[in-house]
């Protein structure tokens, strides 16, 4: 019986990762399919309800859309855009929130804020792997941090949370990992995975 119990959760936690992934793409695509739709008929109330149609729309938006901030002669309609989100109480602070999130994943050209870094005091072999997300501290008081320290963010397991620690520059070290790896290993724990299978430390 116990043979047969462990078989089971074995095939359950096996079909859990492919059952959320297909149901998070799925639950992704209607919504987006949903949304396009509504703008379309508001738009163009004349046009038939074809299916799919609006996840074409959709993907095409989005693509418009990282034309519209990548390129520097039409950004300034994106900033146009996004000004009042700035600025009208609450959901300023949302939107900022929201906004520097996605900038770990996708960093301006030159900015190091996301870079994964292992983090090693000097007199202790101790590693810990953060994301770098404050490399100039010239605007923060000295009692936060001083000259020649950066900010980093240290993930927590199996929860949503973290804490951020300002240290010297000197303790930090860029690793070869994507934010992605990071944030899903630390979301683990850091058990067997992507690292191993390349056949690297997570931590050299």
């Known amino acids: 019986m116990k043979s047969l119990i462990n ?29 396009s739709n509504a703008a379309i008929q508001w738009f163009a109330p004349e046009l038939p309800d074809v299916p799919g149609l609006g996840i074409v729309i959709g993907v095409i938006a989005i693509l418009a859309l990282g034309v519209l901030v990548s390129s520097r002669v039409t950004r ?27 900038a770990l994943v996708a960093p301006d050209e030159g900015d190091d804020t996301g870079q994964v870094v292992a983090v090693a005091h000097p007199d202790h072999e101790i590693r810990l792997v953060g994301l770098m997300m404050r490399s100039d501290v010239s605007r923060l008081d000295d009692a936060v941090a001083r000259e020649g320290m950066v900010g980093v963010y240290f993930p927590m397991s199996y929860q949503i949370g973290g804490y951020t620690l300002f240290v010297p520059r000197e303790w930090v070290t860029p690793l070869d990992m994507t934010v992605e790896e990071a944030m899903r290993n630390a979301l683990t724990g850091w058990v067997r995975g992507d690292a191993d299978e390349r056949g690297a430390s997570p931590l050299a």
């Open 7 to 35: 078989t089971f959760f074995k095939g359950l936690l096996a079909f859990l990762p492919i059952f959320l992934t297909v149901y998070a793409v799925f639950y992704f695509g209607d919504w987006l399919n949903r949304v």
């Open 76 to 102: 300034w309609i994106f900033t146009i855009i996004e000004t009042p989100l700035r600025h009208l109480p609450v959901i300023k602070d949302l939107y900022s929130a929201l906004k520097q999130l996605t």
